[in-house]
């Protein structure tokens, strides 16, 4: 360790507390919070007033999570706030130093949530304080450049996803804004999802739900699962051979088109994988089976997700004043999409797979500059705490 450096427990040097009682003019008779909001709203009882700058941690839900309040404010009862002293350790390095340890892991219990005494026995690398200040002078400096490129890497994967929808308007030569029921340009039609569909359904939930899903066996594709353009493995669930043969009316084809029907992720759409086969959807999926004459399942995948065709999707499933969105079965079979010839269809698939491709291999380069940028952003922390900084 560097001459001059201590290790110390986090308890030694910082509190996390829940907060402060409120000042008597903002308690009411039983102590708690009495102001009322804009509206008349009583506002929540279990806030206290901390005194800033300080740094709020996520105790529950977010937990771990750290983020810089320099001003005084109101914390919920679901973070720490910490108070630190000032003779030992400076706010900045002390930001840097949690965020070194990897605090979310720390979250136990069913309801995951950081206990502050294990907190406080971690122990950090503690420099003399004027150190510490050349030290956040030093990473501060590094880091708003790191930001800065990050930024500049985010922005262009917004503009990769701009640049993918305009792509699939053109390919589809502007007949998504065709009001349906009109005339589409030479040898395109307007027809229904059920005109053109043997199949357009969804599953269901076993009995027990979660607790029934097994470790291996036939899958179960949930909305979790269907994305964009994209189908994720990641908590794919499994069912065994009774419960797989009462979904036997929903099982998945080869070609089939997975449409998310309910929820946040309604009209999210993917192209079933073919490795999965045999599977089964639930309740929040549905199948959209092409008959192969005339209509190709990859067009129908990429007219889908087309932010026109998107919009339209949301809009119906939205009809009713529902609070909730979801897309019927007779919704999806009267849903009319703007379809040319079978090979035309394939011809616009080909030019568009072509497209996608190359956007995928420039998504995957600005993923892995991000990768490399917050590779970077930890080697100078460990830099720091190896004292090789100053």
Known sequence: MKAGWQVKELGEVVRLEYGKPLPDDQRNAKGRFSVYGANGEKSRSDLFLAKGPSLIIGRKGSAGEINLANEDFWPLDVTYFTQHDTKQIELGFLHFALSMLDLPSMARGVKPGINRNDVYELTISLPPLAEQKQIVAVLDAAFAG???ARAHVLANLENLSHLRQSTLSRAFSGQLSTPHGTAPKTGWQIKALGEVCTKIGSGATPRGGNE??????????RSLNVHDLEFRLKDLAFLDDDQAA?????SVNAGDVLLNITGASVARCCIAPAELLPARVNQHVSILRPKPEQLNTDFLAYLLVA?????????????????RQALTKAQLQDFKIPLPPITEQREIVTTLDAAFDAFATTETQYR??????DALRAALLQKAFEGELT
């Open 212 to 221: 029934s899903y097994k470790n291996q066996g036939i899958a179960l594709i």
């Open 307 to 323: 932010k026109e065709m998107k919009d339209r999707l949301l809009g119906i499933g939205e009809e009713g004043g529902s609070t």
């Open 368 to 373: 892995a500059k991000l990768a490399d940028l």
């Open 246 to 250: 009462a979904l036997d009316n929903v």
């Open 146 to 148: 790191l930001s800065r």
